[in-house]
């Protein structure tokens, strides 16, 4: 069973930073992504930034150019700095992992952290 701990949310000044943390821990075969996801009051979770397998990295439009998703693949973190926040930001943050859970698997399987609450206000 892969288990994900999130750290890194709080309260913040419009303007300010966050450094989002999601680390996995259990046994898989290979990551086929990872990423971030938020979900604010009265809204559908929605994509913030993934890295899919070969490194590539997709960002909503809304955070290009502010927010910046990184892996450590030897710790097993996936990080999100978060730069020019805006109260719009305001949301549940989830990460998120898909991987072959074996060797000759065919069906990923999706993990998703508990959530960390980022608050962007004056």
């Known amino acids: 069973q892969v288990q994900l701990v999130e750290s890194g949310g709080g309260l913040v000044q419009p303007g300010g930073s966050l450094r989002l943390s999601c680390a996995a821990s259990g046994s898989f075969f290979s990551i086929l992504a990872t990423g971030w996801y938020r979900q604010a009051p009265g809204k559908q979770r929605a994509l913030v930034a993934t890295?899919?397998?070969?490194?590539?990295?997709n960002y909503a439009d809304s955070v290009k150019g502010r927010f910046t998703i990184s892996r450590d693949n030897a710790r097993n973190t996936v990080y999100l700095q978060m730069n020019s926040l805006k109260p719009d930001d305001t949301a549940v943050y989830y990460c998120n992992l898909r991987v072959l859970p074996t060797y000759g698997s065919t069906s990923p399987n999706d993990y998703w952290g508990q959530g960390t609450q980022v608050t962007v206000s004056s």
């Open positions: 890295i899919v397998s070969g490194g590539i990295i």
